[in-house]
């Protein structure tokens, strides 16, 4: 169903577009939860002990900032104005990280987020997930570095076609990652676009990668995240078939009756300053 020039093109085109479902920055969350997280280590609605929370009681919860990145590089003359989102410059991202851990954030990982939505379980204060798609190397020699000046973790979600090529990660950086305390999701084989997959799809785009990401971290692979941001709520049930326990979006609303699936982000663009950034994950959250 995909040949390989297909699958180059869709390497080389994500780049300027990955994960793009509109203008995700500019779009407020979603008007269930709109208040800032807090300081607090406690849940406001706690679910029974033994007992998984409801969708109403997930939804209920404060949401917790969940930021998402792609290239961690300098601008160059060719990059267009809507690829430059997508690119944050290397001073930009150090700033920005700086700022995080000098504003109190503490980096949780997804089986911290998930237990806190599903049972109310604590978490630092001040918790925020930092997130990155698409398998860049930057993310490995630039962002992970930074990170850990910090005592940052981070969520890197894989797009397995373009492993071990030019400019992306190999299978042992990835490992590394892993096996640094990171946490590796997935991100399908070419970063097609979730709402089409049917039929033969289902395994060429999560069934074959999950697998590779599971024999190169060799830890299970539960988390996801959509190419684009896009997802519809028809494909949703593929995804819990295949024991996934969270999959994370962008900006748009989550849907009430599945909100582990529909986790949403934002995009840091390249374009904001770190008080930009400051402001945003107040503002959306």
Known sequence: MFNIYSSVAAACAFCLVAC?????ENKVADTTVTTQTTTSTTSEVAAAPGKKASNAEIMARKQVP???????????????????????PVASFKEKIKMLADSGYHTILPDQLYAYLTTGA????KPIMLTFDDTDLDQFTVANPELKKYGFKAVY???????GRPHYMSKEQIKQLSDEGNVIGSHTWDHHNFKKLTGKDWEIQLDKPTKKLEEITGKKIEYFAYPFGLWNEQ??????KRGFKAAFQLAEKRDANDPLMTIRRILDSGYWSAKTLHNSIKNSF
């Open 122 to 125: 604590a978490l630092p204060s």
């Open 20 to 24: 793009n479902s509109g203008k995700a």
């Open 66 to 88: 969940v930021l998402c990145y792609h290239q961690i590089r300098d601008w160059r003359p060719k990059d267009s104005k809507t690829a430059k989102d997508y690119i944050v």
């Open 157 to 163: 979600f894989i797009m397995t076609v373009s492993i």
């Open 235 to 240: 494909n949703l049930p593929e995804l819990h």
